[in-house]
């Protein structure tokens, strides 16, 4: 229900073997093995290239353009499991051989990497001139640097440092057909113009095949805290969420978490500072005092609050669950939406864990439901009940994960956009053929 109907030229998989093969400089095609590690939503892809140059980058576009064949771009295939199922055969691209640091300029406070480097990999590189980039994908030792672009990766830290979007400053990336496109450059001040560069930041693939990024780097901070407070209740936690937004702090994070139906103290506001050691120990200290006397607090160790914080990035791609939504409200309204999640939960029977980034508005549910029931039905009619909790309250709801299958029958994106045509616009311009991520963003594009 997500894909538009179109009659495709019936694709040439000779063709493009001998194209790929045939050639002195043939990439690396991949094993059986392969094939079940890249497929998406329980699809495998036809082929899995493994490119380990531009130029091979550009011969299997080139070909795969001119022979009817989409191809969906990937890293390490970590989180294919965003979107929509593909519209049709495809060959999975992964960029994993492409793996180069290209640039580190401590001066200037940049990182140009190529698409297939590792996240754990470049921190590792960078925390050497006492610098990071900070974005806290899930799982980043199996995060490349395209696919935090692509499916515009973030974590806890989005509240104090932005997303993806802010911190890119320059991409290089292979068309549709083959040519190469570059937008910005390897300094923070640059041409003034279009930034082309955030077009491809959570496109799922679907413009172009990235190859090189460069970001703006941040110094370290000389000191973290981490203070976790258990609450009784949703009322406990929302008021205290509201006294953290109206003090005089400063949190690099602020997360709220929760486990439905709530055994107990169901609720923990986490909350996370960075900076001077003095400031960080005041900004602790304070929160300290907001803390009803109902509530838990308890000021994690450097071990223990690294656990923590490593918990909540990865908490929202672990596994493959039945149902993994991601709803966007403004930040006053995460409460409202989670006592909405309160009562669907006692409605349906199923248990839910939630994480919301309450300082942005993001929250994500993963939702495990009884087990004597029809998981389509079930499954679908609870997705329409959550989004229109989320509508009611000014916001969005998007399905990210579901299993095989029965996102097939959900409505992964809540209707079309306002903007709709103008991305189906772009994407005709950069893609005309539909070859990449064919049937996989919003609107069948």
Known sequence: MNHETVTEPAPDWAGLDNDLLNTADAPRMGTDADLARFAVDGVRPERVVFPGSVPQVQRVMESASARGVAVVPAGFGAHLGLGAPPGRPFLALSLVSLNALVDHQPANMTLTAEAGACLTRLQAVVVGAGQWLPVEPPFPDRTSVGGLISADLSGPSRFSQGTVRDLLIGVTVVRADGSVAKSGGRVVKNVAGYDLGK?????????????????????????????????????????????????????SFIELVARLPAAGSGYAVVVGF????????????????????????????EQEGGAVVAELRDTPALGEPVLGLKVSVLPARVAAFMTALEDEGARNGSTMAVQAHAGNGIIRVRVSPPDDRDLRGWTSAAVDRMRAAATGLGGTLVVERASPDVKPVLDLWGGPPEGLELMKSIKRTLDPKGVLSSGRFIGGI
Do not use: H, N, W
């Open 199 to 251: 077009l491809y930041c959570g496109a799922l693939g679907t413009l172009g095949v990235i190859v090189e990024a460069t970001f703006k780097l941040r110094t370290l901070p000389e000191a973290r805290a981490v203070v976790r407070v258990t609450c009784g209740d949703m009322a406990g936690a929302e008021g205290l969420l509201g006294r953290i937004r109206t003090a005089p702090l400063e949190p």
């Open 274 to 301: 960075a900076g001077a050691e003095e400031d960080v120990a005041d900004q602790a200290a304070t929160l300290s005092s907001l803390v009803g006397g109902d509530d838990r607090l308890e000021e994690l160790s």
